[in-house]
């Protein structure tokens, strides 16, 4: 009895073991110098490399001295190619899936093929990196206990707004990605749907133009308005029930403890600005007061 288990066992390992490894490996969002080390073996190991851009992704992989194969997979061709790279993983080769940026599946494609090969009896090892809903998350300031990723939302005006009116009650941090030229409509929205919250565009994240605009999304929204949005950005929205930001009267009081604290009235000013969200300008103009005052 014994000895058949295992014998069954071992004839099941051997059939997943001839099998190739499909390995899902993150690249960088913008600074190479994110790539890992972990990705860089595997790429250079690998049977056959699949991208989404074949030229864009060469030039990467050119860049780390790379020089495997490399086939197309993206989302119109997924269908056919997830059948070819499944038959090359089940010939024994092994497959590193690799998007234009960031981590495979994340708004991006790959989802099918893991799906397909998990299916298969295919071991899939994801190869870890940046992602840019992580990376705007941890610098955002915003609560990270627990946040919900929601993508990108429709590009109609009436989907997208449905889409943001099913989140209004939404009790931890959203992340949205979004494309710079409707980043000022979907703010706009967010306005009308959400109310004031407090709101992070995280812009062009790890590359030489990075940006955090943080505040209340009226203040965001205000600033963001007369500029020229370039760039990529990710849209993390506070929930609901956060802490209101320290209101205009908070701010004499918060002013005095950083002065207290000994920090000059330039850096108060942007401390206080920073933790309140309210504009350098009025928490300067506060400062102003508070030293006439005193
Ligand atoms: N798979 C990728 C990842 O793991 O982050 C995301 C791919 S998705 C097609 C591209 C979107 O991710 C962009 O429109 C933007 O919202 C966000 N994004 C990617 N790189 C970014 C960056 N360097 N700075 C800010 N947002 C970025």
Known sequence: MYNSKLKTQNSKLNTIMAYGTLYIVA?????????????VR????????????TRHSRKLLTHFGIS???????????????NYLLERLQAGDSVALISDAGTPCISDPGYQLVRDAVAAGITVVP??????AI??????????DAFVFA?????????????????TGEQRVIVFYESPNRLLATLADM????????????RELTKIYEEFVRGPLPDVLAGLEGRQIKGEVVILVAPSDAPEAPSVEDVPKLLQHCLEEGLSLKDAVKQVALETGHSRSAVYEEALRLKGAG
């Open 127 to 132: 190869v870890p990196g940046p992602s840019a």
């Open 42 to 53: 595997i790429l250079k190991e690998v049977d056959l490399v699949a991208a989404e851009d």
């Open 27 to 39: 690249t960088p969002i913008g600074n190479l110098e994110d790539m890992t080390f972990r990705a």
């Open 135 to 144: 990376t705007a998350l941890s610098a955002a300031g915003l609560p990270t």
């Open 68 to 82: 495997r194969p490399l086939t197309s997979y993206y989302d119109h061709n997924q269908n056919f190619k997830g």
């Open 191 to 202: 306005l009308e749907l959400f109310g004031v919250r407090e709101v992070v565009v995280a």
């Open 151 to 167: 993508g990108f939302l429709p590009n109609r005006a009436g989907k997208r707004r449905e889409k943001l009116s099913s989140l």
